[in-house]
């Protein structure tokens, strides 16, 4: 898988600057081509001499070569590269890339990357959860870029927790994983549905609900990610795409979410309605701002279209439909009647009982079931972690249609 791929390895200055050198030889001995960037501080902790040496090429540093005039084109290195992978990484270079700037050859490599990014960042247990990393780890991943998450252990510093850098040999594992699946989706259409809709009472009112489309993005960026051409139909979020394969489709009202989905529906081959549409909305919005009064207001609400349940009666044997699920009580029961009513293969279910589950989380804790009444309960996981896993569990039914089970 890594035969001739060309992979830039970033360095920046850690302890763990050593598990580096092991790292490159691994990835050679695999037949990929590294080509090293250090920073200078990273320079303190590996000598630029043993990585060249294992690299079997000069490692870069400057965006001008010393003495020779050479100029390291950021754009053409970045354009070269197969993938950049950032190990060790510390938590200031972290903080540069998520704030995009781009003072030394590496930051300016990662702004001009065209390619897939592994970051893993690296440091002691107290500036891993310092809350201005977890934002930061939350900024890459928003923008795609590939969390190689640390273990827990023993830390130079003598304490013990989460920041250790993750095995030289699990790197490598992971991103034969990453070309190995990189195409799998390729030729399929998937459509998804994210964040709230806004149902208008008035021109300043609307009612809506606290979808911060964080899991239908993370789907997203999973399927393009894996070669898949992704139509991610998205209410009022305040979240950016970050794959060149998503066509992002904004829309406010279940109305218009409706229209846009059911244009794209028909060519789909995968749908995941990830979004919390509004069942109903007001009747007669108002012309006018509704002002003020001391007297009771009501409003009449009327019911929206329900896409998913549109989909279901208009789903084509090749189409594999997902649809989520948040309950607040009798979770698997309510969903297990919108798996059947809906016409589903797959529902999945989120329940606010659960800590960390559900809105506006970067987490959820989900209980998966399909056609066949299959349940599989699984643990709370980052939401980008799940996104992987529900590409790994469609493919699957993709691939295996007559023996499903999950
Ligand atoms: O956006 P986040 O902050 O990351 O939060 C994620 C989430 C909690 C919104 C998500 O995990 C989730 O559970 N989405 C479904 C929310 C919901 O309330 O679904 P529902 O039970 O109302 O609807 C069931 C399914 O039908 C959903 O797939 C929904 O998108 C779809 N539906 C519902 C109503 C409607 N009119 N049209 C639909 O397509």
Redesign the pocket.
């Given at each position: 898988m890594l035969k001739g791929k060309k992979i830039i390895l970033g360095i920046t200055g850690s302890i763990a600057a050593y598990k580096a050198a092991t790292l490159i030889r691994l990835l050679i001995r695999k037949g990929a081509v590294v080509q090293v960037v250090m920073t200078d501080a990273a320079k303190d902790f590996i000598t630029p001499l043993t990585l060249s040496t294992l690299s079997q090429r000069p490692v870069l540093s400057e965006p001008f070569q010393g003495g020779s005039g050479q100029w390291n084109s950021h754009i053409d290195w970045a354009a070269w590269a197969d993938a950049i992978v950032i190990a060790p990484l510390t938590a200031n270079t972290l903080a540069k890339m998520a704030n995009g700037q781009a003072d030394n050859l590496l930051t300016a490599i990662y702004l001009a990357a065209r390619s897939p990014v592994f970051f893993a960042p690296v440091m002691d247990v107290d500036m891993f959860e310092h809350p201005a990393t977890t934002k930061n780890i939350h900024t890459l991943q928003s923008y795609g870029n590939i969390l190689i998450p640390p273990d827990e252990g023993e830390l130079a510093s003598g304490l013990s927790g989460k920041g250790r850098m993750k095995e030289p040999d699990e790197i490598v594992s992971l991103l034969e994983s990453f070309f190995k699946k990189k195409n799998r989706f390729r030729g399929k259409k998937v459509l998804i549905?994210?964040?709230?809709?806004y149902e208008k009472i008035d021109p300043v009112r609307f009612i809506g609900?606290?979808?911060?489309?964080?899991?239908?993005?993370?789907l997203a960026n999973a399927f393009a990610g894996q070669g898949a051409e992704v139509i991610l139909v998205t209410g009022p979020?305040s979240l950016r795409t970050a794959c060149t394969n998503i066509q992002r489709v904004d829309v406010s009202s279940?109305r218009e979410?409706?229209d846009r989905?059911m244009k794209h529906f028909p060519t789909s081959d995968i749908c995941?309605?990830?979004?919390?549409?509004?069942?109903y909305r007001p009747a007669m919005p108002a012309k006018q701002k509704i002002k003020k009064s001391d007297t009771a207001l009501s409003l009449e609400l009327t019911?929206?279209?329900?896409?998913?349940?549109?989909?279901g009666e208009k789903k084509k044997n090749r189409q594999f439909l997902?649809?989520?699920?948040?309950?607040t009580r009798n979770a698997k029961a309510?969903?297990m009647k919108?798996l059947r009513n809906?016409k589903l293969d797959l529902?999945?279910?989120?329940s606010l009982k659960d800590a960390g589950?559900?809105?506006?989380?970067d987490t959820?804790k989900?209980t998966l079931i399909d056609k066949e009444e299959n349940i599989k309960v699984l643990p709370l996981m980052s939401?980008e972690a799940l996104a992987g896993l529900l590409t790994e569990k469609i493919y699957e039914y993709l691939i295996n249609k007559e023996n499903h089970a999950i």
């Amino acid at each position: 898988m890594l035969k001739g791929k060309k992979i830039i390895l970033g360095i920046t200055g850690s302890i763990a600057a050593y598990k580096a050198a092991t790292l490159i030889r691994l990835l050679i001995r695999k037949g990929a081509v590294v080509q090293v960037v250090m920073t200078d501080a990273a320079k303190d902790f590996i000598t630029p001499l043993t990585l060249s040496t294992l690299s079997q090429r000069p490692v870069l540093s400057e965006p001008f070569q010393g003495g020779s005039g050479q100029w390291n084109s950021h754009i053409d290195w970045a354009a070269w590269a197969d993938a950049i992978v950032i190990a060790p990484l510390t938590a200031n270079t972290l903080a540069k890339m998520a704030n995009g700037q781009a003072d030394n050859l590496l930051t300016a490599i990662y702004l001009a990357a065209r390619s897939p990014v592994f970051f893993a960042p690296v440091m002691d247990v107290d500036m891993f959860e310092h809350p201005a990393t977890t934002k930061n780890i939350h900024t890459l991943q928003s923008y795609g870029n590939i969390l190689i998450p640390p273990d827990e252990g023993e830390l130079a510093s003598g304490l013990s927790g989460k920041g250790r850098m993750k095995e030289p040999d699990e790197i490598v594992s992971l991103l034969e994983s990453f070309f190995k699946k990189k195409n799998r989706f390729r030729g399929k259409k998937v459509l998804i549905t994210a964040g709230p809709t806004y149902e208008k009472i008035d021109p300043v009112r609307f009612i809506g609900n606290y979808s911060s489309g964080k899991m239908g993005f993370a789907l997203a960026n999973a399927f393009a990610g894996q070669g898949a051409e992704v139509i991610l139909v998205t209410g009022p979020v305040s979240l950016r795409t970050a794959c060149t394969n998503i066509q992002r489709v904004d829309v406010s009202s279940a109305r218009e979410m409706f229209d846009r989905c059911m244009k794209h529906f028909p060519t789909s081959d995968i749908c995941i309605m990830t979004a919390a549409v509004a069942d109903y909305r007001p009747a007669m919005p108002a012309k006018q701002k509704i002002k003020k009064s001391d007297t009771a207001l009501s409003l009449e609400l009327t019911p929206n279209p329900d896409i998913l349940k549109t989909m279901g009666e208009k789903k084509k044997n090749r189409q594999f439909l997902t649809g989520f699920a948040l309950e607040t009580r009798n979770a698997k029961a309510e969903a297990m009647k919108k798996l059947r009513n809906k016409k589903l293969d797959l529902i999945v279910v989120n329940s606010l009982k659960d800590a960390g589950a559900g809105f506006g989380h970067d987490t959820n804790k989900v209980t998966l079931i399909d056609k066949e009444e299959n349940i599989k309960v699984l643990p709370l996981m980052s939401k980008e972690a799940l996104a992987g896993l529900l590409t790994e569990k469609i493919y699957e039914y993709l691939i295996n249609k007559e023996n499903h089970a999950i």
